[in-house]
């Protein structure tokens, strides 16, 4: 590699390079590996990421939300592997294989942008959040320190400011983006166990008594999927007796599966009466914050001690996208910080309150609320709300067609954009007392799984399905995408039917 050494007019000090010349250099050669000069090829790598653009945009955007397409391409797993033939080998592959082997990965991946994908919590093509996945993706940060992601930072601390203030924590709070739901659940457990047993950071489990958490989904404290009070307060009570340390609840804001609300507002008289810390998981359910309309299913939520909401859900930013919101704006730090020295310095030449890794659990993350922070700048809160209320009217107009084909049956009507419903095949329509009869339960938990292997090996469509307690499998259609309109809703219970009606 050759460079030009420019001269420098001012004695002592160092030279200053002007890569617009050149001068030779001798090589460096370390441990038989040559230093001088770059073993990468920009130019290369520049047209190699624009070819592969181009392939994401027609395959991955274009192709992967055309409603004509197919929602997935099933294969087996044998058949897959052979596909794409997975194996890593000691030399590398040339760019047009490299590209051929992107066009396979989008070919036989999952559409989950598809209008017909209604498998998950998630769903749908979000433009800006996608750009900023791509943007976040170029520039590699990790938001651990102001000085390495500055921008970032800002963003996530103006994001959780917002969501802060639609909980209704009017004097702000403290958190931190993280890699899911079950991260930031796991973050509330560590704060509500170090919120009673301080001394548990130091010395371990060995400083904290026998402590008991409550969750309506654990301790079969349920009715229709929500929150039994007076089971609740009985459970709480009868640990106390026994010696035990009730020491939280966990609320549910938007079950999985039904879509349910436990009552937070009469959880949290409970939680102040018996001073336990009041989790709320609203991953699912915490988008109804954005609406006018269905925030009433929240209420109380302003009580909560820590709250979970993923954006990539209803909200549909790109995942993952999941924040953990704490009303006390010193636990975080408190009881995870470690003090990093190589990370933390105190004497830094800038407010060091910016490095927000060490409160984290993680050292490095992803800048995630990007990804919703360029979606909410270009959308505004309306067109969030919008979003959130066209979703469960889809999911009421869905739920009202049900009830009028002769098959179908709901099996409790939605209070979110869950939908769940049993198809009844013309062969079992006149077995008695309906799906969850005795008699009828076994046949009609073989009819879901088969439908949905038709689906699959069609590539229609893609609809969950599970049992759940004593009622066997059912559907669960999950309605989120502004892609989706009634005339999918329609075809949904047309395709169900379709593939299902000779069973």
């Given at each position: 590699?050759?460079?030009h050494?420019?001269e ?10 002007d890569?617009g ?5 001798s ?5 038989d590996?040559l230093?001088n000069g770059?073993t990468l090829d920009?130019p290369?790598a520049?047209?190699f ?6 392939i ?15 929602v ?8 897959l592997?052979e ?9 590398g592959e040339s760019d047009?294989k490299?590209l051929?082997r992107?066009?396979d990965?989008i ?9 017909r ?7 749908g093509m979000?433009p800006?959040?996608m750009?900023a ?9 990790s ?6 992601a500055p921008?970032?930072?800002?963003i996530?601390?103006?994001?959780l400011r917002?969501?802060?203030e ?15 739901g ?5 973050y509330?457990?560590?704060l509500?166990r ?5 001394d548990?950071?130091?010395f ?6 026998r402590?008991?958490m409550f ?9 229709v999927g ?6 609740l ?6 640990a106390?007796s026994?010696?035990?340390f009730?020491?939280?609840v966990n ?6 599966v039904?879509g349910a609300f436990?009552p937070?507002?009469e959880i949290?008289?409970i939680?102040e009466?018996?001073?336990?810390w ?6 699912w359910?915490g ?7 269905h ?15 993923n954006?990539?859900k209803?909200?549909?930013a790109?995942l ?11 636990s975080?730090q ?5 003090g ?8 830094k030449?800038?407010d060091?309150?910016?490095?927000t890794g060490?409160?984290?659990l993680?050292?490095s993350?992803k800048a995630?609320a ?14 969030l709300?919008?979003r959130v209320d066209?979703?469960l009217?889809m999911a009421?107009y ?9 098959g179908?049956r709901l ?5 979110f ?9 013309p062969s079992?329509?006149n077995?008695?007392d309906?799906p ?9 938990l073989?009819v879901a799984?088969v439908i ?7 590539g229609?469509m893609?609809?969950g399905?599970?049992p759940?307690g004593d ?5 669960r ?7 989706v309109?009634k005339?999918?809703m329609d075809?949904?219970?047309?395709e169900i ?6 069973l």
């Amino acid at each position: 590699m050759e460079r030009h050494v420019k001269e420098n007019p001012s004695e002592g000090q160092s030279p200053v390079t002007d890569p617009g010349h050149s001068v030779k250099c001798s090589p460096v050669v370390i441990d038989d590996v040559l230093l001088n000069g770059t073993t990468l090829d920009i130019p290369a790598a520049e047209e190699f990421i624009h070819q592969s653009m181009a392939i994401i945009i027609e395959d991955a955007v274009k192709k992967a939300t055309d409603v004509r397409e197919k929602v997935c391409e099933w294969r087996s797993p044998d058949q897959l592997k052979e596909l794409l033939d997975l194996e890593l080998r000691d030399g590398g592959e040339s760019d047009s294989k490299i590209l051929q082997r992107c066009r396979d990965a989008i070919r036989y991946s999952v559409k989950t942008t598809h209008p017909r994908f209604f498998n998950q919590l998630y769903a749908g093509m979000e433009p800006y959040s996608m750009v900023a996945s791509f943007i976040a993706e170029a520039l590699k940060p990790s938001l651990y320190t102001y000085e390495i992601a500055p921008v970032f930072t800002l963003i996530e601390d103006a994001v959780l400011r917002k969501m802060m203030e639609l909980i209704g924590w009017e004097e702000g709070g403290d958190g931190i983006f993280n890699a899911g739901g079950s991260m930031s659940n796991m973050y509330a457990m560590n704060l509500a166990r170090y919120n009673h047993s301080p001394d548990i950071k130091e010395f371990g489990l060995s400083a904290a008594p026998r402590l008991v958490m409550f969750t309506s989904q654990e301790v079969g404290l349920i009715s229709v999927g929500k929150m039994i009070l007076s089971a609740l307060e009985n459970k709480i009570k009868a640990a106390k007796s026994e010696g035990a340390f009730p020491f939280m609840v966990n609320a549910t804001a938007g079950t999985t599966v039904l879509g349910a609300f436990d009552p937070i507002e009469e959880i949290a008289d409970i939680c102040e009466k018996h001073n336990l810390w009041l989790h709320v998981d609203a991953c699912w359910g915490g988008a109804a914050l954005m609406s006018k309309k269905h925030k009433h299913l929240l209420k109380g939520i302003h009580r909560a001690n820590s709250v979970a909401w993923n954006p990539h859900k209803m909200l549909m930013a790109c995942l993952q996208c999941c924040a953990f919101l704490v009303r006390d704006k010193t636990s975080l730090q408190l009881c995870h910080s470690s003090g990093a020295s190589y990370l933390f310095q105190q004497d830094k030449f800038y407010d060091i309150s910016y490095d927000t890794g060490d409160k984290s659990l993680q050292c490095s993350r992803k800048a995630d609320a990007f990804k919703f922070w360029l979606m909410w700048k270009a959308l505004g809160s309306s067109q969030l709300e919008e979003r959130v209320d066209r979703a469960l009217a889809m999911a009421r107009y869905l739920a009202e067609e049900i009830k009028k084909r002769e098959g179908f049956r709901l099996l409790m009507e939605p209070e979110f954009s869950n939908v769940c419903f049993w198809y009844i095949p013309p062969s079992l329509k006149n077995l008695p007392d309906g799906p969850d009869h005795c008699n009828v339960s076994s046949v009609i938990l073989q009819v879901a799984p088969v439908i949905k292997e038709r689906m699959m090996k069609t590539g229609s469509m893609m609809v969950g399905y599970q049992p759940h307690g004593d009622k066997p499998n059912f559907f669960r259609m999950i309605v989120i995408s502004p892609q989706v309109s009634k005339q999918d809703m329609d075809f949904v219970l047309d395709e169900i039917h379709r593939l299902g009606k000779d069973l």
